[in-house]
């Protein structure tokens, strides 16, 4: 199973896993500053395979972000293994 990285934030599964295969997701948003050792939003939620392309809606509260830069970051356990895909976005005012 393999990660695709694409520029929307998404992350594509190659692999093909069985369907119904459980799918840990982690979602953070990131400040631009790489000095920040802790995220300032994470969630986790389970998501399941639906064959050889899953696809998941998530909705972000992110109107307690300040306006900046930030960095929305995708992890999801698959066959063993990360996947990570990251995007960055602005909050403006």
Do not use: H
């Not at 695709?4 to 119904?20: K, Q, Y």
């Not at 050889?52 to 809606?57: E, F, N, Q």
């Not at 109107?63 to 909050?91: H, I, M, N, Q």
């Amino acid at each position: 199973m393999a990660a695709r990285n694409v520029r929307s934030g998404r992350l594509c599964i190659a692999g093909r896993p069985p369907p119904d295969t459980p799918l840990p997701i982690q979602v953070e948003v990131w400040s631009a500053d790489t000095t920040v050792r802790t995220p300032r939003l994470t969630i986790a939620f389970e998501g399941r395979s639906t064959g050889p392309v899953t696809a998941r809606t998530q909705t972000l509260g992110l109107s307690r972000l300040e306006p900046g830069r930030y960095r929305f970051r995708v992890s999801v356990k698959a066959a063993g293994r990360d996947l990570v895909s990251e995007a960055w976005f602005t909050v403006g005012r």
